[in-house]
Nanobody, 111 residues
Framework: QVQLVESGGGLVQAGGPLRLSCAAS????????LAWYRQAPGKLRALVAR???????TYADFVKGRFTISRDNTKNTMYLQMNSLIRGDTGVYYC?????WGPGTQVTVSS
């Protein structure tokens, strides 16, 4: 059974950093593309960043230059390094692999 579990969310001041992790189990992690999505209050879930099995990355315009997605196939873990956080980054962050989703982790950015 495939499971994805996010961690690392929390409360952070605007301008600060935060790193999210997504641990996967029950699958051959290295062959899958992975992605981070977020859902802000009252908004639809939106793609934040994606990383291919080969490490190619793409980002939503609203995080380019601030967020970095990465993966460690030896640990079956994906990361999202978030820098220069703004209040608009507040939301629940989800990791996604194929048809599987994690339960999400809350990120709250305070002014």
């Amino acid at each position: 059974q495939v499971q994805l579990v996010e961690s690392g969310g929390g409360l952070v001041q605007a301008g600060g950093p935060l790193r999210l992790s997504c641990a996967a189990s029950g699958t051959i992690f290295s062959i899958n593309a992975l992605a981070w999505y977020r859902q802000a209050p009252g908004k639809l879930r939106a793609l934040v960043a994606r990383i291919s099995s080969g490490g190619r990355t793409t980002y939503a315009d609203f995080v380019k230059g601030r967020f970095t997605i990465s993966r460690d196939n030896t640990k079956n873990t994906m990361y999202l390094q978030m820098n220069s956080l703004i209040r608009g980054d507040t939301g629940v962050y989800y990791c996604q692999m194929s048809e599987y989703w994690g339960p999400g982790t809350q990120v709250t950015v305070s002014s």
